[in-house]
Nanobody, 121 residues
């Protein structure tokens, strides 16, 4: 059974950093495209970042470039999201996802349950 489990969320002050992790199990995820999405209260889910199966290509939401970094460790079936210089508007539930497709825009086949990130001003 495929399972994605996020961790690393929490409460942080504006300007601080967090690193999210997403561990995958139940499949050979080294060949999957991996992504991060987020959903703030009352808003639609939005794309954050994605990384190709071998880590060679990454893409980010334009508004997050320079502050967020996605990476992966295929030996651990884990993808990471390093978030720096956090702002209150980054407050959201962050979801990781995995896709069979080699396209970074998916479609994404598997989703985690999400981890809450709250940035205080």
């Amino acid at each position: 059974q495929v399972q994605l489990v996020e961790s690393g969320g929490g409460l942080v002050q504006a300007g601080g950093s967090l690193r999210l992790s997403c561990a995958a199990s139940g499949g050979t995820f080294s060949t999957y495209t991996r992504g991060w999405f987020r959903q703030a209260a009352g808003k639609e889910r939005e794309f954050v970042a994605a990384i190709s199966w071998n880590g060679g290509t990454t893409t980010y939401a334009d508004s997050l470039k320079g502050r967020f970094t996605i990476s992966r460790d295929n030996a651990k079936n884990t993808v990471y999201l390093q978030m720096n210089t956090l702002k209150p508007e980054d407050t959201a539930v962050y979801y990781c996802a995995a896709a069979w497709s080699r396209r970074l825009d998916g479609p994404y086949d598997y989703w985690g349950q999400g981890t809450q990130v709250t940035v205080s001003s």
